[in-house]
């Protein structure tokens, strides 16, 4: 199982960035996924998660404002992010969880949201 993150940068408040994890490994068609984040000195929280059927769930400090999608052709998960805020400053990170419940984590990506 591979999962790559990228599309983290440096963005001014109130502007928009687009994550994508590519995976590889599995079947991602067929599985849910997750982003994560982690901040300096902070735990790792969940951001936003899909189904397989493509139901969506997020924090509720994104809502209105992160949406999450895949592509199940290009075996592609995306986070687009608007409205940034400094306190979404943080490493990215995608998640996969296997049927055994063992936990895929991606290398992550840096957004640094700061005028």
């Known amino acids: 199982v591979q999962l790559q993150a990228s599309g983290g940068g440096l963005v001014q408040p109130g502007g928009s960035l687009r994550l994508s994890c590519a995976a590889s490994?599995?079947?991602?068609?067929?599985?849910?996924m997750n982003w994560y984040r982690q901040a300096p000195g902070k735990q790792r929280e969940l951001v936003a998660g899909i189904t397989s059927g493509g139901s969506t769930n997020y924090v509720n400090l994104v809502k209105g404002r992160f949406t999450i999608s895949r592509d199940n052709a290009k075996n592609t998960l995306y986070l687009q992010m608007n409205s940034l805020k400094p306190e979404d400053t943080a490493v990215y990170y995608c998640?996969?969880?296997?049927?055994?419940?063992?936990?895929?984590w991606g290398k992550g990506t840096q957004v640094t949201v700061s005028s």
């Open positions: 490994g599995f079947t991602f068609s067929s599985s849910a």
């Open positions: 998640l996969y969880t296997n049927w055994r419940r063992y936990d895929y």
